[in-house]
Structure formats: C-alpha cells, structure tokens
C-alpha cells in the first residue's frame, strides 16, 4: 500500500479565517512533507518532519503552521492567508527523507 | 548547487509514437534520480527510479537509464497512449539528511488519437 490521502480535497476560506489541512500515511514512512504547487509549476518545498520533528523549514510565512501528531499524521494549519496562497497543497512522505517520496492527491485551496 | 533541466515542453505526439522527456543534472554528489508524473487535477505519482549509475528504471512501460558520464535521466517510452497525457517531472534527491527533492520544471505531454 502506497498510498497517502489528504482532507479536504477542496477548501475555499477567505484571510481572516482559520483552517487545517490534514493528511495521513500508514505506510510506516518516518518523514513526512508538506509542498505547495502552482499551477504549470513545479512543488516548491515548505517543510519536512523527519520522525515526527521539524526538520525543514523553507521560509514559509508565519501563516503556515505545520504540525505532526504523530508519525503516521501531518497537519498544515492555515490562519490570515493571502490570496496569493491559493494553490494545490501537497503531502508526501518517505522511508528517510533522501528515499523516493509518495504523494497524496493534494488539497486544493483559494483564497478570497 | 544542485538542479534538474528539462527538455522545454509542450510534447504534442500522436497515439503510439515513440517518447523521449530529456533530464538533465547538476550534482556534486552521487543523487537518486526520479521521474513523476502528474495527471490533470491529481498529486504527483512516482513513476520510476534509480539510485546509482547505470541503474534502469521501468515501470508502465516508461523506461530511464541513470549515466553519470552525460549526468542524465531520459525517460522513454515505445508506444505512448492517450491517458499517458500528463505533466512528467525529473528529480533527484541528493541523499543527505535534511534534504529534499529538487524538481525540474515539468514537460507536459499531450498525446493524440
């Protein structure tokens, strides 16, 4: 089983609410990522738990808060976005964080 | 520091061409190497991989060979099919904790009847 899934598939908030990704693997992966997809674009990189800590963080605004229950879940937390937030958000995960990643089917999110 | 290039898309074939996605690196060590693929509205699926020189990837038919001599990961495929239209990443991962994958700009792939 490769397969990690996401919630919700879809979310429309506007800047002042406050709302949470969630995304779940239970493949036994010790690292756990959180990306941001553009469209026509590649993933850029937001953050990487690596079992169950923050090892990477890319410069990602304040706004952004990952946090990692535990090893088999990954939460992004959302609060004030912008609209130039608005984008496919991605979870993935791995055996160690220099293993082939699997990707969940992503969150796509708008922000008005 | 390290990268991915890839060939400039869009790919326009027609059903049961021949495919060839160019992949390229830059690395200063010795990189796993991948290729994923993104279907239209869905997340990114691992397609195949290698992780050292001359190592072949296959998977679908989808076939790439790692060359450190050329430092390139081409992707292949004899006989491309309609729902093969999708957008075809290159990556590697450079294998040290703390990092992460570093993606080439995508080569979007629109394969015809």
């Known amino acids: 089983d490769t397969e990690v899934t996401q919630t919700p598939k879809h979310l429309v908030m506007g800047m002042t609410n406050k709302k949470s990704l969630k995304c779940e693997q239970h493949?036994?992966?010790?690292?756990m990522y959180w990306y941001k997809q553009k469209a026509k674009k590649p993933p850029e990189l937001m953050f990487v738990?690596?079992?169950?800590?923050?090892?990477i963080n890319e410069s990602v605004p304040s706004r952004f808060s990952p946090e990692c229950p535990n090893s088999s879940l990954l939460n992004l937390h959302l609060h004030a976005l912008q609209p130039e937030d608005s984008a496919l958000y991605l979870c993935?995960?791995?055996?160690?964080?220099?293993?082939?990643?699997?990707f969940g089917p992503g969150t796509r999110l708008l922000v008005l | 520091g390290d990268s991915v290039t890839q060939m400039e898309g869009p790919v326009t074939l027609s059903e049961e061409a021949f495919l060839t996605i160019n992949c390229t690196y830059t690395?200063?060590?010795?990189?796993?190497l991948f290729w994923y693929v993104q279907y239209p509205g869905e997340g990114l699926q691992l397609l195949l991989k290698?992780?050292?020189?001359?190592d072949k990837g296959s998977n679908k038919g989808f076939e790439a060979t790692y060359r450190k001599e050329t430092t390139s990961f081409h992707l292949e495929k004899g006989s491309v099919q309609v729902s093969d239209s999708a957008v075809y990443f290159c990556?590697?991962?450079?294998?040290?904790?703390?990092?992460?994958?570093?993606f080439g700009k995508g080569t979007t792939l629109s394969v015809s009847s």
């Open positions: 993935a995960s791995s055996q160690e964080v220099s293993w082939a990643q699997y």
């Open positions: 493949m036994g992966h010790r690292a």
């Open positions: 738990y690596s079992y169950e800590k923050l090892s």
């Open positions: 690395a200063t060590g010795y990189p796993s």
């Open positions: 290698a992780t050292k020189a001359d």
């Open positions: 990556a590697l991962s450079y294998g040290q904790a703390g990092t992460a994958l570093i």
